[in-house]
């Protein structure tokens, strides 16, 4: 079993990216361009308050007129968040995240976020960890 934890123990950058409700979008839209990634997190405070991702901006914003400089990202984020625990399997993320209408999930330990895991991380460990497995198996066959 891979735990959250392992996992976001293995991430490369530490970081977590978030910006406050009263920001605007384009200011979201440049923290995500700048750390490359596709979605921040909505933070008040310590508190999570919800998740803005591009998608939410190409489906939310920009058709409906909404311009990126002066849209607070409360206006267009999800609020609803889907938050795991660091001891959860990630095969059970991966069920969370074939169910919900999320590519993020925020991980929250005694009550603060301490990461967030994508659907790419997610995917990518689950496949090596299955190639790990087969090769075992294949050399254990022919041995
Ligand atoms: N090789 C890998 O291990 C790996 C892992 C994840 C994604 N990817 C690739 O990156 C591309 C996009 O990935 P995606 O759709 O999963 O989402 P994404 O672009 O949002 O995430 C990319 C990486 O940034 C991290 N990240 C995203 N938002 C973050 C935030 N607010 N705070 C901290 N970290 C954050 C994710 O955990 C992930 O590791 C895809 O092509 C995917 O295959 C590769």
Redesign the pocket.
């Known amino acids: 079993m891979i735990t959250v934890k392992k996992l976001l123990d293995?991430?490369?950058?530490?970081?977590?990216?978030?910006v406050r409700p009263g920001q605007m979008v384009i200011e979201a839209l440049e923290?995500?361009a700048e750390?490359?990634?596709?979605?921040?997190?909505v933070m008040d405070g310590d508190r999570l308050v919800g998740?803005f991702?591009?998608r939410d901006y190409a489906r939310k914003g920009i058709i409906y007129g909404r311009k990126a400089q002066k849209t607070p990202v409360a206006e267009i984020m999800k609020a609803e968040t889907y938050p795991v625990s660091p001891e959860m399997d990630i095969e059970d993320c991966m069920e969370l995240l074939a169910d919900k209408p999320t590519?993020?999930l925020p991980v929250v330990a005694e009550g603060r976020v301490i990461?967030?895991?994508?659907?790419?991380?997610?995917?990518?460990?689950l496949v090596?960890d299955q190639t790990v497995l087969i090769e075992h198996l294949e050399h254990y066959i022919s041995h």
């Open positions: 293995t991430k490369s950058n530490q970081e977590i990216w978030a923290v995500m750390a490359n990634i596709g979605a921040v997190l998740i991702s591009e590519r993020h990461g967030l895991l994508s659907i790419g991380d997610i995917v990518t460990t090596n």
